[in-house]
Nanobody, 124 residues
Framework: QVQLVESGGGLVQAGGSLRLSCVASGRSISTYTMGWFRQTPGKERDFVTAVSWARDSPLYADSVKGRFTISRDNAKNTVYLEMSNLKPEDTAVYYC?????????????????WGQGTQVTVST
């Protein structure tokens, strides 16, 4: 089993930046695909980005391309989400997710492990 704990959320003004962290425990995530999803009240959880443990480029939702960057530090068992040029529409609860496969997929149902989420609020 893998436990995921996110941190780094908060309130930021539009145009600002935040870095989210996701620390994994229980098992090494070095062979896991790790991703970030986000959800707003009343809506489904949306794919943001994910990165394979294989040498594949990360995938990003069109809405965050050029603004968000996912990275991983397997030695620290941690995944990061660097968010810049934040917009009010980025406001959501952000979830870290993992799946024990090399393949990056967009569907949340394909990820077996989830964190509790961290709130990001972008003000105008």
């Amino acid at each position: 089993q893998v436990q995921l704990v996110e941190s780094g959320g908060g309130l930021v003004q539009a145009g600002g930046s935040l870095r989210l962290s996701c620390v994994a425990s229980g098992r090494s995530i070095s062979t896991y695909t790790m991703g970030w999803f986000r959800q707003t009240p009343g809506k489904e959880r949306d794919f943001v980005t994910a990165v394979s443990w294989a040498r594949d480029s990360p995938l990003y939702a069109d809405s965050v391309k050029g603004r968000f960057t996912i990275s991983r530090d397997n030695a620290k068992n941690t995944v990061y989400l660097e968010m810049s040029n934040l917009k009010p529409e980025d406001t959501a609860v952000y979830y870290c997710a993992g799946r024990s496969s090399w393949k990056v997929v967009f569907g949340g149902d394909e990820y077996a492990y989830w964190g509790q989420g961290t709130q990001v609020t972008v003000s105008t």
